[in-house]
Every structure is written in structure tokens, then in C-alpha cells.
């Protein structure tokens, strides 16, 4: 996994650095306000693409002692990193189409930037491509904002390549900063929502796809006794994911029963989820709070009569102790 990690971040430096290198010499060739937008895209993309790969080497080093759940959050801290370059590239672009617009937009060499525009689209839209398709094979934060970003960036050279086209066709350069304004608007909304969904990870914000996962392999568990998972949470880091919950326990069973009962339940939970990382489960004795619910047949402390299994709703699970149960929408 690390691995194919650190090509696919390979690959996005080099082919960032040879995208720029083809971007700038068509906007040097023809003076367009358009290409040089889509230039300073492609140089975030360089320091984007070179930060990701630091980034994920950093991610995959084994957690310590000063850092006990790894240091996979280091690839949202890259993921944030690339959506303020984003941004801060769309600011540089507006200034540029709106001095052009002021001092009169000059162009040359039309054919040549056509040219310039069309295989720049095309190379990115095949290195984003890959990159988000590694990102989501390897569940790499970092290569997948690399991706978006990428392939972004073909729709900004679209942008480029219409201002271009529209200028030759119709003989007025004015179309040129018109597109660059265009395609800074698009970088604006790419970094920023680069920058929240980075953000809220670093946070910790619920991961209700995540969470929904786990509470699926909690209720499917065969295991007669253990009931009413709750206060669970989990916390992504890197391609890890950490979890504890409370589950119920039969109180007069001994602490070993207890122990291997749980031990079964947190080999069920990971393997029918397929993650990978740590899961924690804290014992809670029953007291007669699950007991409509549990299925234990020879139970000797039953209090209340058997009503049948219930699944655990994921508001359930994750629902702080003392907090209020939230009513159903039916009633």
C-alpha cells in the first residue's frame, strides 16, 4: 500500500513539472492572459504534487510515543496545504486578467497556445485520472485532493482553451482575460473546498459512512449476550482507523467469559469491515438496560421477558452517555 502510494506520488511531481514547463512556454509564445492563468494553476500543482509526496512518507511512519495514533494526519495537513495554494493562485489570476483587461489584452501566435491548451488537457485529465484512482484505492487523503486538484486543472484549460479559441474566431483578445477570470472563479471554489473537507478531518468531524459501516458489523455479530453498543467513535488517520465503543455484557458473567466474548466480537467487527487499525470495546454490565433486547437463553438475572433482537441505529451508537435519545420520525 505505502508503496503504491509513494509512485502515484511520483508520477503527479513529474508529470506536474512537465505540464508547467508545456503551460509556460505557451503563455510566454503568445502573451495570453488565459495560458498564464492555467500556468500558475500548474505551478501549484508542482508544489502541490512535491508536498504530497513528503506528506505521505510522513503519514506511513508506525506511531510512537509522541504520536499513539500514527502520523496519518499529516496527509490532510497536505490536503489543506494544496487547497491554500489553490486559492492563493486564483487571486494571482484575477489580478493578471483584470490588469489585462485595464491595459488592453495583446496576443500572438494564436495557433500555438490552441495547440499549447489541447495537450495540456489531455495530460492532465490522464494524471488525475490515475492520481484519484490510486487515492481511492489506497485511501490516501493526500492523493486524492492531488486528484481533484489535476483534474481541476483540465477544466481551467478548457477555460484557456475557449478564451483562445473565441479570440482567434472572432478577432477581439478581450475573450482572453474573460477566461482567465473564469478559470481563477473555478481554482476559488476548488481551494476552499480543498481547505473545509480538510478541516473538518483534522477535527475529527463524524464520518457517518464510517460510522454506519461499524454499527452494521456490530449488529451482525453472532454472539448470543453481547448487546447495545454504544458511545462508539472512530477516528481516521491515514489509511488507519481508530475505534472504541461501550458494548453491554451479561453482569454475572466472570471477566474471562466477558473478555473472550469481546475478543470474538472485535475480530468479527474488523474483518467484516475491512479495516484496518485498532478497535477498543469497553465492557459495561447490563443492569437490566438491554434486557427486552438481549438473547442470552440461560440467563439467570433476567428482569424483563425476551422481546426479540433489535438492531442498534446508528444514532443509538453513538449517542453520549446521558444524552437524550432523539424521537423517531415516526412518533
Known sequence: MHRRRS???????????????????????????ALFSDAM???????????????????????????????????????????????????????AAFRSLWTGPQLRELDTGLAVAAVSAVANLLLGAYILREGRATDS???????????????????????????????????????????????????????????????????????????????????????????????RTGDEVHVDAHVYVPEHWSVKEAHEAVTFLERWVAEHTGLVGELALHLDPCRAEPCARCDLSDCPARRLPYEGTKAVTLDEAVRLAGAPVEPSPSG
Open 141 to 235: 487523503p493526500t492523493l486524492i485532493a492531488d486528484g481533484q486538484h489535476v483534474l481541476s486543472d483540465v477544466w481551467t484549460t478548457l477555460g484557456a482553451l475557449l478564451g483562445l479559441g473565441l479570440a482567434r474566431l472572432s478577432g477581439n483578445p478581450i475573450f482572453d482575460p474573460i477566461a482567465a477570470i473564469a478559470v481563477g472563479l473555478v481554482l476559488a471554489r476548488t481551494g476552499v473546498v480543498l481547505v473545509q473537507n480538510a478541516v473538518h478531518a483534522l477535527l475529527d468531524r463524524e464520518d457517518p459512512e464510517l460510522l454506519q459501516k461499524l454499527v452494521d458489523a456490530f449488529n451482525s455479530a453472532p454472539m448470543e449476550g453481547l448487546t447495545g453498543v454504544h458511545r462508539l467513535r472512530a477516528l
Open 41 to 95: 494553476e500548474s505551478i501549484v500543482n508542482v508544489a502541490a504534487a512535491g508536498f504530497a509526496f513528503f506528506a505521505v512518507r510522513f503519514a506511513s511512519k508506525p506511531a510512537d510515543r509522541e504520536h499513539p495514533y500514527g502520523h496519518g494526519k499529516m496527509e490532510h495537513v497536505a490536503a489543506a496545504f494544496e487547497g491554500g495554494l489553490i486559492t492563493f493562485a486564483a487571486v494571482v489570476i484575477f489580478h
Open 7 to 33: 509512485a502515484a506520488t511520483i508520477v503527479a511531481l513529474v508529470g506536474a513539472v512537465a505540464v508547467f514547463a508545456l503551460k509556460g512556454v505557451g503563455a510566454l509564445l503568445t502573451g495570453s492572459t
